[in-house]
């Protein structure tokens, strides 16, 4: 019996002389004429009626609740990808970032900030010259330090019926780069952004976060490189991070990876290590160059995150390549996932490069997998992944 029901017969019950099938009771139910058995009669069909209500009052209550919060993945589909042009501090990778704009405008917006119009004209014609058009790109003037946008940029989840941002705290990396390193300016381009777009912007800047460092399966899981964050945000405790991470991220996991190389001013950012290519299946980097101090490392991610669950595929780096006087690991795990396509980094080592292009075509089928050579962004320490920032489209 319902509960509401179940009330009303038991208030009869006591009103006609007890409860719990008394002789009493009976008999007065007996004895009632049949004005009173219709008067019965009604009593139910109104409390039946304000049950009814009742249940289409709590499931139009339900309804109306926001929905859960989510991190999309970065293989679901985007709206846009968003890049901030390099100054002149930085003019050593311009021919990079004219290589990675051709191929994303290919198939999506790209949004390209540059400092002022001065730099916007010099940019267009730049890319004219690499013989890339000036298609599908939306141009903003803003004020910006670097031309890393995966870090000081904005990460997106989905709450309530709409997307929003959250614009995490930036540091230009904990000062790892020299202190002479800006970025005043950097940490307040996700306020920007969120501007330029018209989305709710949620302040989350007491919290030191580089989407670098941030890997999410569009479900219910994220990892990051704890040395990071604890680089960034000593004061806060694990469990603390965790907490506040499952919040605002939407996410019941949090799942760490530990280890960097000394001489990375990133501390161990994970899209170096850890990358996802579904809810339940995660690439995991594997060094193959000879005592290489980080090997180890990178099995103990693979044991991990397998014990949590996931199908663990292996992408190897395969040895160390010579460029601009250092020897630089090959390693292939900073692509880009886009519509309909893979930005991925190539070093010139041609059977190296082939192997990681056939290794992406089979992790990520019906997308065109592109390499591209990116040796001086690779030298600046970091890579394709590093300087674009891929925006959701929310799909209501």
Wanted: glycine residues 10%.
């Amino acid at each position: 019996m319902k509960p509401t029901l179940l009330c009303v017969a038991c208030a009869l019950v006591v009103l006609l002389g007890g409860c719990g099938g008394s002789d009493e009771a009976a008999g007065a139910l007996d004895s009632l004429d049949g004005t009173d058995v219709q008067g019965l009669d009604l009593i139910l069909a109104d409390t039946q009626d304000l049950w009814d209500a009742t249940e289409t009052a709590t499931g139009d209550a339900l309804d109306a609740l926001p929905s859960p919060r989510r991190t999309p993945a970065e293989w679901e589909p985007h709206a846009a990808t968003w890049m901030q042009w390099p100054t002149v501090w930085e003019k050593e990778i311009r021919p990079n970032f004219a290589r990675i704009i051709d191929v994303v405008q290919e198939y999506e917006p790209l949004h390209l900030l540059v400092l002022d119009q001065a730099m916007k004209t010099a940019a267009i014609q730049y890319l004219a010259d690499q013989g890339v058009p000036d298609t599908n790109l939306t141009w903003h003037l803003a004020t910006y330090d670097s031309a890393w946008l995966r870090d000081n940029g904005p990460v997106y989840v989905e709450e309530g019926g709409q997307l929003r941002l959250l614009d995490w705290g930036f540091d230009g990396w904990g000062g790892n780069f020299g202190q002479d390193v800006t970025f005043a300016a950097d940490d307040k381009i996700p306020a920007f952004i969120a501007a330029q777009l018209g989305l709710d912007r949620e302040d989350r800047g007491d919290y030191i976060l580089e989407r670098g460092n941030l890997e999410a399966n569009g479900k219910d899981t994220v990892v990051l490189g704890w040395d990071c964050q604890l680089d960034r945000n000593p004061e806060w405790t694990k469990a603390d991070t965790e907490t506040l991470l499952k919040g605002a991220l939407g996410v019941s996991r949090v799942l760490w990876v530990y280890g960097h190389d000394d001489e990375d001013g990133t501390t161990g950012h994970i899209d170096g290590v850890v990358r996802f290519i579904d809810e339940d299946t995660v690439a995991v980097a594997r060094s193959l160059i000879p005592n290489d101090p980080g090997a180890a490392d990178l099995e103990d991610a693979a044991t991990m995150l397998a014990a949590e669950g996931f199908t663990v595929v292996r992408l190897d780096i395969p040895g160390t390549y010579k460029y601009g006087g250092y020897d630089l690991p090959a390693s292939y795990m900073n692509w880009l996932v886009g519509n309909g396509f893979v930005a991925a980094m190539a070093f010139g080592v041609a059977a190296w490069d082939d192997a990681a292009k056939v290794a992406l075509e089979g992790l990520y089928p019906g997308r065109t997998v592109h390499m591209i050579e990116v040796n001086e962004l690779w030298l600046s320490g970091g890579g394709i992944h590093c300087v674009t920032n891929d925006q959701p489209l929310f799909q209501d």
